[in-house]
């Protein structure tokens, strides 16, 4: 009889754990954190103590997929489909008892010892193999999972003090031991030590009577991925990564299977599990602009549209296979957007070094897929070094201008970048003088000027609600000269007080935050009882300013907050030693409010005049940057005709339908399509069932792959001009 697509299960934990479950690469690294375990198994005490413990605990679905191997002709060996998170707690928790167990001096020939033992590695020819694990991860924490379950194999009792000394390589290393950790201690709080067999009274429930559904697919893998679209749709929704993945993966041919989900196995190790973000900014690099996040809806749609014609290709599986693999070339790339070191090693200029440290200190998201197509035209010799520099200072200025200092929205600077990026599109380049061009556009549109930069820098809470810019503006500040009328500014050291903040240097207020009440240079002090400020004989803080008896929280922060209160400073004094290079101001004589004013004053107009100017841009020749102003520069099909790249009589095709679109240009607005004539857009939406298409991103002639898009695109830039 044939087995069935899916066959449901109802197995304890002993039943599910006498076979082997592998988790596939491309499968999403192990996640649960200590709240989940600790919500767990608290729900699996309250059952195991309940008067009805013979009801059982049921912990969920697991959907796995026979691999069609067995070990010994016995053992049968799954992939996790969906339920590793639970499958590798289990297994955690089940190592944790078997540690306990012996720690309390049970044998391993116990029974219920025995059988836990059986569970966690399989016993063949006559003894249990350490290398068959119940549970093989296989993501960014398999190196970590495996030596911890090889150490329990080992020497069990030793495995605490073996977690203590572990060097974690990553975050996730650091969970799977944080989490056995967790499990071990709750498991020896919550169990007794008396009776002495209360560890093998809960070992011998847990696998018993706790319970899992497990649906078993015995289908080609692309149906299996099919299918558990299916079953998500209509439950708890899984994280759109994971629905892309589905998607991806049911479209593609059972022969390139095992290429690809090693390739996206890969991609998640080598994105530290941030493929998603990777696969969000490689879209608005060259493909489309999103604002909102792309969810599996939108990227079918993109797969259907933008994703054929970027890669000219008319199968969808094709160009799918053709996305994944030009990821993983460009992968690198990715990783630089969250590493100054990385991308500096890459352009080896000291100001874009202290630019980008700005960049992924603040975390700025929106210049993200510009700066990653930057860096690879810069990699793949189409882009010039200091037109990165430019680039990425002006980018990075400008967010530090619009959002930080002048306090504007992040959602305002969408447009800008979706313009930029349009702009990207249609030109297939990064284009620096387009880019200069809408950022000093946008600035002025938005009315952001040297006078409203000042006033922002001085109105500015610089200690708690800025202080990651007010680190950099400073290292800016404290790293800048002026010699014969000529600024200097020494990148190096600017960099250098930026990436050593928190650990050579520190955030001080001149004005201290709370002077001692008997000090005689400062003349204020806390009332620590009220919560007031107390200003002394001889002060000089004006009456709008600070007057007696205010809230001593509310001074703090409109007065003593400030930027010219705030200097960096070393954290001690053997730092300054060490570091040469670093030259910082010193202000041992500095404690009334003029001099805040005045170190305030001159701080802010040198970040504004010199170190933060506008974009060298003649503003009588701005133009707002826009995919339909940079659209109407190029020819259109009356212009292609009278260059000579297409004419009257060539045979035309829609590239994502080549086998049935073939139709005759007849003149730049018609053509002959099987005897009927229609208009370009007319042919382009009937051949494709679209409500629009744009004919110059998807018509080609026959015989070539080059679409007219990219032939008027390259006219254009072989010969210098605009044409309408």
Request: net charge neutral.
């Amino acid at each position: 009889m044939p087995r069935k697509a899916l066959e449901p299960h109802m197995w304890n934990l002993e039943n599910l754990f006498r076979s082997i479950y592998n988790v596939p690469v491309y499968q999403r690294p192990y996640s649960w954190d200590k709240e989940q375990i600790e919500v767990l198994l608290n729900d699996i005490f309250e059952a195991y103590e309940a008067e009805g413990k013979e009801d059982g605990y049921y912990t969920g679905n697991i959907i796995v997929y026979d691999k069609n191997e067995k070990v010994n002709g016995i053992i049968t060996m799954y992939d996790v489909i969906d339920g590793q998170q639970r499958i590798a707690t289990f297994s955690l928790i089940l190592l944790a008892i078997y540690a306990l167990a012996l720690e309390r001096n049970f044998s391993e020939t116990d029974k219920t010892v025995s059988h836990v033992r059986e569970a966690l590695w399989k016993f063949t020819d006559r003894k249990y193999k350490r290398d068959l694990r119940a549970v093989m991860l296989n993501s960014i924490e398999k190196k970590c999972f495996c030596e911890l379950y090889d150490k329990c194999f080992d020497e069990p009792t030793e495995v605490i003090n073996y977690c203590e000394k572990y060097q974690c390589a990553s975050d996730f290393e650091k969970r799977i031991i944080a989490n056995f950790n967790f499990i071990y201690d709750m498991l020896n709080c919550k169990i007794p030590k008396n009776p002495d067999e209360a560890i093998l009274d809960f070992a011998d429930y847990i696998m018993q009577y706790v319970q899992f559904i497990v649906i078993e697919a015995n289908c080609k893998k692309n149906k299996v991925f099919s299918m558990f679209e299916s079953i998500n749709s209509k439950g708890k929704r899984l994280e759109e990564i994971d629905l892309i993945k589905t998607y991806i993966f049911s479209k593609l041919d059972e022969a390139s299977y095992s290429t690809y989900l090693r390739r996206w196995g890969d991609l998640i190790i080598k994105t530290k599990d941030n493929l998603y973000d990777y696969l969000y900014n490689y879209i608005k690099a060259y493909l489309c602009f999103y604002r909102q996040n792309i969810s599996v809806v939108n990227f079918k749609a993109i797969c259907r549209r933008e994703l054929l014609s970027y890669f000219n290709e008319a199968d969808e599986a094709e160009a799918l296979k053709r996305l994944l693999d030009d990821m993983y070339e460009k992968v690198d790339y990715y990783n630089m957007l969250s590493s100054t070191e990385k991308a500096y090693e890459l352009v080896k200029n000291t100001k874009f070094r202290f630019y980008y440290k700005i960049f992924t200190e603040i975390s700025y998201k929106h210049p993200k897929a510009l700066f990653l197509r930057t860096l690879i035209e810069l990699h793949e010799g189409k882009l010039a070094k200091d037109a990165v520099v430019e680039i990425v200072t002006e980018t990075v200025s400008f967010m530090m201008k619009f959002l930080t200092i002048s306090g504007r929205a992040s959602k305002d600077v969408i447009t800008m970048f979706s313009g930029i990026m349009n702009d990207i599109y249609l030109r297939n380049a990064v284009d620096k003088e387009s880019i200069l061009s809408a950022i000093a556009s946008e600035l002025w549109r938005q009315g952001v000027s040297a006078e409203t930069l000042r006033d922002g820098l001085r109105g500015m809470d610089a200690f708690e609600q800025n202080k990651k810019l007010t680190v950099a503006l400073l290292a800016l500040y404290e790293s800048t000269s002026e010699e014969n009328g000529r600024v200097k500014i020494s990148y190096d050291q600017a960099y250098t007080l930026l990436n050593s903040f928190s650990t050579a240097f520190s955030l001080d207020h001149l004005l201290v935050q709370t002077p001692d009440k008997n000090s005689s240079k400062f003349l204020y002090y806390k009332d620590e009882e009220r919560n007031a400020l107390v200003l002394k004989k001889g002060h000089d803080f004006p009456k709008e300013v600070a007057v007696n008896g205010m809230d001593y929280d509310i001074f703090t922060q409109s007065v003593l907050n400030k930027l010219g209160n705030l200097r960096l400073y070393y954290k001690d004094k053997n730092a300054g030693r060490q570091n040469a290079m670093v030259s910082l101001q010193e202000y041992s004589d500095f404690c009334t409010y003029s001099q805040m004013l005045e170190r305030g004053e001159k701080l802010v107009n040198m970040l504004v005049d010199k170190c933060l100017p506008a974009p060298q841009v003649d503003l009588s020749k701005l133009q707002v940057n826009s995919r339909k102003s940079v659209e109407a520069s190029l020819p259109k099909m009356s212009k292609l005709i009278e260059f000579g790249l297409i004419k009257p009589g060539d045979k035309i095709y829609v590239t994502i339908s080549p086998d049935n679109s073939e139709a005759t240009l007849l003149d730049d607005k018609y053509v002959d399509y099987r005897g009927n004539r229609m208009t370009l857009n007319e042919w382009g939406c009937k051949v494709t069932g679209w409500k629009s298409i744009r004919i110059y991103t998807y018509v080609a002639v026959v015989g070539e792959i080059e679409t007219l898009q990219q032939k008027r695109i390259s006219y254009i830039q072989e010969h210098n001009e605009a044409v309408n």
